[in-house]
């Protein structure tokens, strides 16, 4: 039952062929991504590097030589990634380094992590690449960064837009990191259901041929009562059928009695809901997304069994329906070799027959 199941999320997603209002030149690139190149059959494993712009050099203390440039673009040539992602200045100092077969794309935004006091930092992304310079290390796509529900939100659009134009007038793709930033859904949990849910909606109207967003996270005690106010104050008036999104939250007394057991270890609320209500939950998010490809984020650094929660965490994405992953310092943050292990682990999920898309 629960193969009929995947099956049907699968059928439901936009084939390649079905994609009439690309153009030849986006299809082609799109075609090499999920079917040349990663696990193939239509689905989707990239390699991002942006660790120096987003979050500092501080890492290389602890991860030595797998942050460097070189290493990531070194797993890159050795491994199977539908695409790699490099920030501006990577893809031109280190163009020829990499496998002129792998499949580029190019973040031409960013923001230089200087403190959660700066404000200047946050929430805004500022562009420091062009369409042009990502034509001319010879990209696929180009990557923008939109926070939905940031000050910003506005004027980012208008920003998307441009790009997007220009991106799609010389036949790249445009790749949306959707993520929900701000006042509210900071205060209601960013990466809860409904925010995923609209970013992913927001990247559709925003005209991305793939979105990247966050995977739907359990909203802990501390935000509950905030995410519940605001929808029912701001959504279920409006759309009743709204508190969806809270009846697929566990009980917040389930969430305090969870609390009180752990003695002071980290808590992991994502654990209080079984893995088929973690397919349910992505399910929506992928839903939303039409005729736009959805990959998932790796997330933050696994702590622990990387191997089970990057197995784990990759069939619940696939059983929802989304094309893939897009996955990070869970790679590259580890010797080279243990890298190319964990994306094979990926990888030999990702090609399950019941996830093979049609093209």
Not at 199 to 215: C, H, Q, R
Not at 274 to 292: C, K, L, M, N, Y
């Amino acid at each position: 039952m629960e193969e009929d199941k995947v099956k049907a999320r699968v059928e439901k997603r936009p084939k390649l062929k079905e994609l009439r209002h690309l153009e030849k030149a986006r299809v082609r690139k799109l075609y090499r991504m999920v079917y040349e190149h990663g696990p193939g059959n239509g689905t989707f494993l990239g390699l991002p590097f942006d660790q120096l712009v987003e979050h500092g050099p501080a890492h290389e203390f602890k991860w030595e030589r797998s942050a460097k440039p070189e290493s990531v673009i070194e797993l890159a040539n050795k491994g199977n990634f539908s695409a790699l992602v490099l920030s501006v200045g990577q893809s031109q100092k280190y163009q020829h380094d990499i496998d002129p077969k792998i499949p580029l794309i190019v973040k031409l935004d960013g923001h230089f992590y200087t403190g959660k006091d700066n404000q200047a930092n946050y929430p805004r992304h500022t562009m420091f690449g062009s369409v042009e310079d990502a034509i001319r290390v010879g990209a696929d796509g180009v990557g923008l960064t939109f926070y939905l529900a940031s000050e910003q939100t506005g004027e980012d659009i208008e920003r998307i837009g441009k790009v997007r134009d220009e991106a799609h007038k010389n036949g790249l793709l445009l790749v949306l990191w959707s993520y929900p930033r701000g006042p509210v859904p900071d205060k209601t949990k960013a990466d809860s259901l409904l925010w995923c849910h609209y970013a992913v909606s927001a990247a559709e109207s925003l005209g991305a041929d793939i979105v990247k967003t966050k995977f739907p996270s359990v909203v802990e005690p501390k935000k509950r009562k905030a995410y519940e106010e605001f929808i029912l104050k701001e959504y279920a008036k409006k759309i009743s059928e709204a508190e969806k999104y809270i009846k697929l939250e566990p009980e917040e007394k389930e969430l305090l009695k969870y609390e009180e057991s752990l003695k002071g270890e980290k808590p992991n609320y994502d654990s209080l809901i079984s893995f088929e209500q973690h397919v349910e939950r992505a399910s929506i998010v992928v839903g939303a997304a039409g005729r736009t490809m959805v990959i998932f984020s790796g997330g933050a650094k696994v702590k622990g069994e990387a191997k089970k929660a990057l197995e784990d965490s990759t069939r619940i994405i696939m059983d929802a329906g989304g094309e893939g992953r897009i996955i990070g310092r869970n790679f590259w943050g580890v010797p080279i070799e243990e890298g190319l292990e964990l994306s094979n682990v990926v990888t030999k999920i990702m090609k399950g027959p019941q996830y093979r898309r049609v093209f």
